[in-house]
């Protein structure tokens, strides 16, 4: 519990965390940084690493008065990360999508979704692997998929760099402009956990989607082997 504590601690003061980490790290914070947003994007075990909030903090850092982060800098560093990260999330998928994703009588491992997940990212997986880039949880899973479904990386590659560019900047600019508004200042916790809340507002939505037609499914099946 206490590790959870301070975990939850760390993502409420970002703002005061960075302001430490800047002094004590220096100019390796920046490859502090750089490795967080690619394991959060790069990784499929690590979704609960700080992406939005962290951007957003750390822009507000870059703004604040003898900041030595410099903003372009951030752009180019944790836009490359971003990028970096969904292009190996993208490669493993791919390595092990064929080889886990082979039994025929699996319920979550079958051949059957390897096939779907192809189907869908050939139609509809460029808007996806941008759009998911703006929602904690999907951005980690998104590449992960579309490597499995087989998803050309031609195809891929040219949203990933759309995607990982329009997510950091936007973020890092966000905490950038409105950083030295008294208002955030005073209520920077609110503002973080604000961002965390309702970027998990659409993963909750589709949990809750996915468990309804799971459920209406259920009942469907057994009114077909069970008919009255």
């Known amino acids: 519990m206490e590790i959870i504590a301070n975990f939850a601690d760390v993502f409420l003061h970002l703002d005061k965390y960075l302001n430490v980490w800047a002094g004590a790290f220096g100019v390796w914070l920046y490859v502090i940084l750089f490795l967080v947003i690619f394991c959060e994007t790069g990784l499929v075990v690590t979704p609960v690493l700080p992406g939005d909030s962290l951007l957003f903090a750390v ?121 030295g508004l008294d208002i955030i200042k005073k209520n920077f916790h609110y503002v973080i956990l604000a961002i965390i809340i309702i970027s998990a507002v659409p993963a909750i939505i589709e949990v809750i989607k996915a468990r309804r037609e799971h459920v209406r499914d259920l009942a469907l099946k057994r009114k077909v082997d069970c008919p009255e």
Do not use: Q
Request: charged letters at 15%.
């Open 59 to 179: 822009g507000a850092l870059a703004a604040g008065e003898g900041s030595s982060m410099d903003i372009t800098l951030l752009c180019v560093v944790l836009g490359a990360a971003a990028v970096l990260g969904d292009a190996a999330n993208y490669s493993i998928g791919k390595w092990v999508g064929p080889k886990v994703f082979s039994s025929e009588k699996s319920r979550w491992l079958n051949r059957k979704h390897l096939l779907k997940a192809h189907e869908f990212y050939e139609k509809y997986g460029g808007k996806t692997i941008i759009l998911a880039r703006f929602l904690p949880f999907f951005r980690t899973f998104a590449p992960f998929v579309a490597g499995i479904g087989s998803m050309t990386y031609a195809k891929f590659a040219s949203y990933n760099v759309i995607g990982g560019v329009a997510w950091t900047s936007s973020f890092l600019l966000l905490g950038y402009k409105f950083a």
